[in-house]
């Protein structure tokens, strides 16, 4: 069987013949043309379609999904964490991009996958390892903070009732980022117009960033080139009220003196002032470091291709 989200094929291994095939509408609904409906009860996503009077729904273990709907029947149980997120929502209102094969919540640790908590919100949340900088407070979670709450997570991953019941101190310790591979992409094809050789081209002197609109990235007009010999820094404007994204140059001054003066790498007062409630993804260039911060510091920090990897060939 060969399945991704939006078609399922199943074919004999003895003869390599199709004996079914079934196109899907990308919350779930199958098309007309489907053939062979009956031989796998698997269907969209990997789950199995329930047919009664008449209802089609997609059981997702947690919780139903009617294939006509882009909302489950019933709220997230343990939902309220993220307010931005409906308790009814699939995939956080994007099936194209986002898949969750497992209808869990996933953790990580970096790029490491450390398990679900077996509900069905698509999100994906990497654990608090921010360390403050300068005047920039950070999560500075303890060692010990960290390692109760990835013990909790392998030892109950996929036990909704644990997470209910003894789980919440591990939300407190995670943070949500961004869930789909392809933002994830853009965010860094965008900012990777520096290629983190410093020096004083003008590519390497300016910031590159953007927004996260209605579930997609929107690049905004790069800043202008700055002289570091006659200015403190960069500057690129973003609009507030959305998650956005921006790069810290990797360029450097010499200053004949045996100093070389460069760019600040971690967030900025300035970037936190005006951080609001979301989740804001700071790309060091000059470090090929990812800080994810919130209004109140720096609450993870990963190498750039760790940022690309999560929620990609995971296993479970």
Sequence with gaps: MFLNCK???????????????TDYYPYGMPHGSATGAGVNKRKYSGKELITFAGYDAMDYHARWRPTALP????????????YRVSLYSYCNGDPVNRVDPS??????ENAKYLGADGVNDGRVLVLRNGSGKGSISG????????EKAREFIINNSNNIKAFESEGNFVYDRFIEVEA?????????????KDDGTGGTEANNNREYGGEIRDGQVKIVKPGDVCDLSKENGAFIKLHPGFSTFHSHP??????????????????????????????????ARGENKVYIYTSSGIQAEMSTSEFLKINTNRTR
């Design 71 to 82: 909302l489950f029947t019933t709220p997230d149980p343990i939902g309220g964490i993220d």
């Design 139 to 146: 999560a500075d979670l303890t060692s010990e903070q960290m």
């Design 103 to 108: 209808g869990m919540a996933d953790f990580y």
């Design 180 to 192: 789909s591979d392809e933002n994830r992409k853009a965010m860094v094809g965008e900012v990777s």
């Design 7 to 21: 078609i399922l094929v199943v074919v004999n291994t003895r003869t390599r013949q199709v004996e079914q095939r």
């Design 250 to 283: 990797s360029g450097e001054y010499d200053l004949n003196n045996g100093m070389v003066r460069g760019y600040n790498q971690y967030p900025s007062p300035t970037d936190l002032a005006i951080a609001q409630s979301y989740v804001h993804y700071l790309f």
